[in-house]
C-alpha cells in the first residue's frame, strides 16, 4: 500500500520539476515552414527547374517533392554559406538562386517542396538490378561498405531529418552525388566535390564504391518506391 502511494507522488514530484524547467526556457520553437507561404515563389521561381511541384523533367535537376523538409532547408543554407564565406556546398547555379532568399522563406519552400508527392522512377538497367538492389540493402561486408537501408531506409524513403529521400530520384543525379562525395573523401580540395555530410558519412561510403557500383545501385535506388 505504502509503495503504491510512493510511486505516484514521486512521479508527480518529477513533473512538477520538469514542467518548472521548460516554463524558464524561453519558449521559440524552430519556425517549421509554411508550405502555402512558400508556393508561389517554390513554383515560379525555383519550378523553372524543380518542376512547380518539384517533379523536375530534367534529370540534372534533382526532385524535390517528397523530400524531408529538414534536408532541403539544411541544402539551402548549405548553398547560401560556410565557413570563411564560401558556400558549405558548391554548385554555381544554386550558389546564385538560394542567394536572395532568408531563412523563413527557405523553411517555407523547404515545407511546400516537401508537402508534395513524388513521382518515381523506373529502374532501366536488367542486369544491374539484382547487384544494385544487393548492395543497397546488404552493403559489401568484404570491403567495410554499410547497407543504405540501414540510413536511407528500407524503401529509400529517407529518415528525418538527417537521411535524405533518395528511392524515386533521378538515377543521373543519384550518380553525380556519389561521385562527387567520393572525389571530396579522396581529396578534400578537389573542386567538383560534395563535402557537406555530416560526421563524413556520405564520402567514407562513396570512397569504397567503383563506377560500376555507383552506377548499379544508383539505378537501382531510382526505381524505389
Ligand atoms: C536554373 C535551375 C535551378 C533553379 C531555378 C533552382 N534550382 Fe535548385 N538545383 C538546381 C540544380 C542543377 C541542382 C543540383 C545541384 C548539384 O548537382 O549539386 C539543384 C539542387 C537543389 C537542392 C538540393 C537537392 C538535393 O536533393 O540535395 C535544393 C534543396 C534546391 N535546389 C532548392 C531550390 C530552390 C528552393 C529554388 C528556388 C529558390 C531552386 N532550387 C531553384 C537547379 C536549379
Ligand atoms: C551512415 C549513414 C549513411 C549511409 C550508410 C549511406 N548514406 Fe547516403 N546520405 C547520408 C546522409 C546523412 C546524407 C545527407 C548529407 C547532407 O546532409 O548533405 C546522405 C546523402 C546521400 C545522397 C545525396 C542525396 C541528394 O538528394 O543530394 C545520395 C545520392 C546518397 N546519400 C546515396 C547513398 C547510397 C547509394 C548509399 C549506399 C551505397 C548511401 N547513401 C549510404 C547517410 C548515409
Known amino acids: 500500500m505504502k509503495r503504491s502511494l510512493m ?80 558556400p558549405e556546398r558548391t554548385n554555381p547555379i544554386m550558389n546564385g538562386m538560394i542567394a536572395a532568399y532568408n531563412e523563413e522563406q527557405m523553411r517555407d519552400f523547404a515545407a511546400y517542396f516537401s508537402s508534395q508527392k513524388q513521382k518515381g522512377e523506373i529502374a532501366k538497367n536488367r542486369e544491374t538490378i539484382d547487384f544494385g538492389q544487393k548492395l543497397f540493402r546488404g552493403g559489401d561486408l568484404a570491403k567495410g561498405l554499410p547497407a543504405c537501408a540501414g540510413c536511407h531506409g528500407p524503401s529509400g524513403a529517407g529518415i528525418p531529418a538527417m537521411f535524405p529521400r533518395i528511392g524515386g530520384q533521378y538515377a543521373d543525379y543519384l550518380e553525380a552525388q556519389l561521385k562527387a562525395f567520393r572525389a571530396s573523401g579522396a581529396d578534400p580540395k578537389d573542386s567538383n566535390g560534395r563535402a557537406n555530410d555530416p560526421n563524413r558519412m556520405m564520402r567514407m561510403v562513396a570512397v569504397k564504391m567503383t563506377d560500376a557500383e555507383i552506377k548499379a545501385v544508383a539505378d537501382y535506388v531510382s526505381g524505389l518506391r
Open 7 to 86: 510511486l505516484p507522488s514521486l512521479m508527480f514530484a518529477l513533473l512538477a520539476t520538469a514542467a518548472t524547467v521548460h516554463a524558464n526556457e524561453p519558449a521559440k520553437a524552430a519556425y517549421k515552414g509554411d508550405a502555402a507561404k512558400g508556393q508561389p515563389i517554390a513554383s515560379a521561381v525555383c519550378g523553372a527547374c524543380h518542376g512547380a511541384d518539384g517533379n523536375s523533367v530534367v534529370p540534372v535537376n534533382p526532385k524535390l517533392a517528397g523530400q524531408n523538409a529538414d534536408y532541403l532547408f539544411k541544402q539551402m543554407t548549405n548553398f547560401k554559406s560556410g565557413p570563411e564565406g564560401k
